[in-house]
């Protein structure tokens, strides 16, 4: 693994083959060793680059007809697609050159695995281009996720919920007379996402003075958006243990994205954690989202026009019925397919049959 925030895939994962009865250790990529083939049967790089010793590492693992996986999350295993990320274009020569070094060696040591995991059916085509087998096993949340989301749960019908902003509290009340929709950016690189939803936001706000706006994480909020500052709320990152009451605080979650290679590949987890908490999400018709969302029943999609997502909007901003209903199908959902000890038996199996294979070569 890399440093790269790898909770859904190195430690999500984990606990989905635990609580199948399979253990596993996760190591740092740096922190590997050659003595530590001998020490297991099945080997999955997350985002590993790769470096001399990756290389020998794999190399003698086959050698002891051992089975080597890669699994990553995003497409950026080759420069062809993280050349369309519009925030690429912005780095410094320097920059670029080292960003554009990591990809390619990790596309490396993907080539040199036996197969791949990976999380949306789109990435599961792309990554089909560099080894013979890909199965997808979606993000999901951990037990913590959902208990965490519950103790948001239970604050919110308190009428406040308190959270931990850079190590101050910050109360947020629920203000039954205002309607928060919230926007939970993952980067800067989303700038250009949440431009398709501006000029339906401010359509909205203006039209609307009960509708407020809270962002969360880095985002340069854009011009058009400048004379309804008064009814937009910043904030920072926060830890993921707290985000749960950040998103509990908001009435829907907007989930826009271009309709790029790059961004189809990418998970839903925005609509996955937003459903933990009863918060309905409105998002792009793209990737993952396309597949996983019912329209109008545990979400609702948008093709990335102004029209478009204004009419949803309005649509939730008005009804309040219909964002609790949205929010409980989004819920229940949740609950019976996106949660790790419920859902490890695709992954388990899979790790299973690859160690029968490897068994049955060294017979």
């Not at 609580?19 to 996760?26: A, F, K």
């Not at 925030?87 to 990591?102: A, E, F």
């Not at 990737?287 to 609702?300: L, S, T």
């Not at 294979?357 to 060294?362: F, G, P, R």
Request: charge should be negative; proline fraction near 4%.
């Amino acid at each position: 693994e890399v440093p790269h925030p790898h909770r859904y895939r190195v430690i999500h994962q984990m606990e989905q083959l635990e609580s199948q009865g399979i253990h596993c250790d996760d190591v740092f990529y740096i922190d590997l060793s050659m003595e530590q083939v001998r020490y297991y049967t099945t080997f999955i790089f997350y985002r590993c680059p790769y470096t001399d010793v990756i290389g020998a590492f794999i190399q003698e693992a086959k050698n002891q007809n051992k089975t080597v996986l890669y699994d990553v999350d995003d497409l950026v295993i080759d420069t062809m697609y993280t050349d369309t990320i519009p925030y690429i274009q912005t780095l410094n020569d320097d920059d670029r050159r080292l960003y554009d070094s990591g990809v390619v060696r990790m596309g490396r040591t993907l080539k040199l695995c036996d197969a791949a995991i990976t999380t949306t059916e789109r990435l599961q085509t792309e990554l089909q281009r560099y080894v013979p087998e890909v199965i997808v096993n979606r993000n999901v949340a951990s037990e913590e996720m959902v208990q965490c989301s519950e103790i948001a749960n239970e604050q919110y019908k308190t009428g406040t919920l308190t959270v931990n902003v850079k190590n101050k509290k910050v109360e947020l009340s629920v203000d039954p007379n205002r309607v928060y929709i919230g926007y939970f950016s993952g980067s800067i690189t989303h700038n250009a996402d949440f431009n398709i939803v501006v000029p339906a936001l401010r359509r909205l706000m203006q039209e609307n003075e009960n509708v407020f706006l809270k962002v969360v994480g880095e985002l340069e909020l854009p011009d058009e958006l400048a004379d309804l500052k008064d009814r937009i709320v910043n904030l920072p990152f926060v830890d993921y243990r707290e985000l749960p009451k950040l998103i509990r605080s908001v009435d829907i979650n907007i989930a826009p994205i271009e309709d790029t290679i790059f961004n189809e590949a990418k998970s839903e987890n925005k609509w996955m954690e937003a459903a933990l908490v009863y918060v309905p999400t409105v998002a792009s018709n793209v990737g993952a989202f396309e597949q996983c969302i019912d329209p109008d029943k545990n979400g609702i999609l948008c093709e990335n026009t102004e029209e478009d997502w204004y009419q949803a909007l309005a649509i939730l901003v008005h009804d309040q019925t219909r964002r609790i209903q949205i929010g409980q199908c989004a819920h229940q959902h949740i609950y019976e397919s996106y949660i790790t000890t419920k859902t490890g038996r695709n992954l388990a199996s899979y790790i299973e049959k690859v160690r029968a294979k490897t068994a049955a070569i060294v017979l």
